[in-house]
Structures are given as C-alpha cells and as structure tokens.
C-alpha cells in the first residue's frame, strides 16, 4: 500500500555513531524514538535508557543527536509500515524549534538533515525555523503520533525540553515533563541519574 522511505538519515558517525540495534521480535520489541537526551549524549552506554528500563524485552533506540520531532513522526511512520506495531513505543520529544530538512546538495541528494539554531542562518534561511510555524507543526506532530499509537501498541511519551516559558506554549498541555536530577559529562544532557528516574517513571515493560 505505502512503500518505505528511501532516504537517508544523516549521522555523524565519528562523533556520535549510531546504537546498534536488532529488529529480531520486532512485535514483541520496545521502540525508542527521539534525539540526543533518549540517544544518550554525555553519558557511559551502561546508564543509557535502552540499558536501564526494567524490560526482558528487544529495546530499540532510533535515537540520535540533533533530531527534530519530524525525524520521530518520519521513524516512527517508516518503521510500522515496514514492520508493524512493536509491543510498545517510548517518544521522548525534541525541542519545538527544530525540524527536518531534505538536502539538495547532489553529494546527498535523498539526505534527511537535522535543521536547528546551529545552522540557521548561516547555512539556510531563517525563515525555516519560524516559531509560530514550528509550534503549530509540534502540535500536530504529537497529536499525530498519538494517534498511530493509540489502541494498537504501548505508548509513553516525555520530554525535557519545557523548561522556558516559550517551550512550554508549544506543548500539549499532558506532556510529561521529566526533571533534570543530574547533567551528562557535557554539563547539558541529562545525567545518568536523571535517566534512571526516566525509566522508574516508565516501569515495568
């Protein structure tokens, strides 16, 4: 009915390389989409969320640095019309004022790239990370994954981005906001402490 998407994500692996993962039981796997906080940045691999959740079951992380909310929508719909439903999908929503970009550049024409503060405006034009535009778009994208999720497989959702006054407009008002216990070695990303609280919170998979 739909094919997958053929386009690739961009990575950087010398700095951050991908989680290995296993689609073995991918029915009965927990999927865990979102960017570096669910990816692990600043922390050992052994206090990172797919290590620590209290779970017998395949854990999944698609997570990477830099991703946007579209990257989830886009994994997240890629991966079930691929694969079906696993057991359960774990989101932890990036910040509201990032979103995916297709790269034109014939060196990686398909190429899905990571659009933020940090390339803007010297790489693209500012008018991409419009704010009215990308709340709008964050709403949506929530709504919509909720909705893919709902009824057919686990679902738990969090972020740590709502900690300004402008994020918090550009949530869902149920969100659940996870507290920072402790900071990653980088001082920014959440500490393996704050991580463990993350998966108390989740419980039992």
Not at 37 to 59: F, M, P
Not at 115 to 126: A, D, I, Q, R
Not at 165 to 181: G, L, N, T
């Amino acid at each position: 009915m739909f094919g997958v998407r053929r386009v690739n994500y961009r990575v950087w692996p010398d700095r951050h390389p991908p989680i290995e993962v296993d689609y073995e039981g991918w029915k009965e796997s927990v999927l865990l989409l979102g960017d570096s906080t669910t990816y692990g940045q600043a922390i050992d691999d052994k206090y990172k969320l797919h290590n620590i959740l209290d779970t017998n079951r395949n854990v999944i992380n698609l997570a990477y640095p830099s991703y946007s909310n579209e990257h989830i929508l886009r994994l997240l719909v890629d991966h079930i019309v691929e694969f079906g439903y696993p057991h359960m999908v774990i989101i932890g929503y990036s910040s509201p004022w990032r979103q995916s970009f297709i790269s034109k550049e014939d060196v990686s024409q398909g190429e899905i790239i990571s659009l933020g503060n940090w390339n803007v405006p010297s790489l693209y034009p500012e008018e991409l990370l419009d704010r009215d535009t990308l709340k709008e778009k964050t709403i949506d994208i929530v709504k919509a994954c909720r909705l893919i999720c709902v009824n057919c497989c686990k679902y738990f959702e969090w972020t740590v981005f709502a900690a300004a006054e402008k994020d918090r407009q550009a949530w869902i008002e149920d969100m659940y906001i996870h507290p920072f216990e402790d900071r990653g070695d980088d001082n920014m990303h959440p500490g393996p402490l704050t991580i463990q609280k993350l998966g108390e919170k989740i419980g039992t998979i």
